[in-house]
Nanobody, 115 residues
């Protein structure tokens, strides 16, 4: 059974920074796309950033220039560096990975941006 475990969420003031981490464990042969999604209260889940196995990245317009996604294939891990955080970035952030054709999700980590 493959699992994704996130860490790094928390409370931060507007303008601050956080780094989210996500590691996949279990029987893994290869991981294709890895991504971060988020869901704010009362809103649908949306993709924040994605990265292919080759390192190609894509970002939501709302986070371009502020967030950076990266991955370490040797560690089956993906990261999200979030700078210049805004109150509207408050949400539960979910790690996602496409593994052997299956969609795998983490349990989510809360990010709260507030003064």
């Amino acid at each position: 059974q493959v699992q994704l475990v996130e860490s790094g969420g928390g409370l931060v003031q507007p303008g601050g920074s956080l780094r989210l981490s996500c590691a996949a464990s279990g029987s893994i042969y290869s991981i294709n796309v890895m991504a971060w999604h988020r869901q704010a209260p009362g809103k649908e889940r949306e993709v924040v950033a994605a990265i292919s196995s080759g390192g190609y990245t894509n970002y939501a317009d709302s986070v371009k220039g502020r967030f950076t996604i990266s991955r370490e294939n040797a560690k089956n891990s993906v990261y999200l560096r979030m700078n210049s955080l805004k109150s509207e970035d408050t949400a539960v952030y979910y790690c996602y990975a496409q593994i052997a054709g299956h969609n795998v999700w983490g349990q989510g980590t809360q990010v709260t941006v507030s003064s």
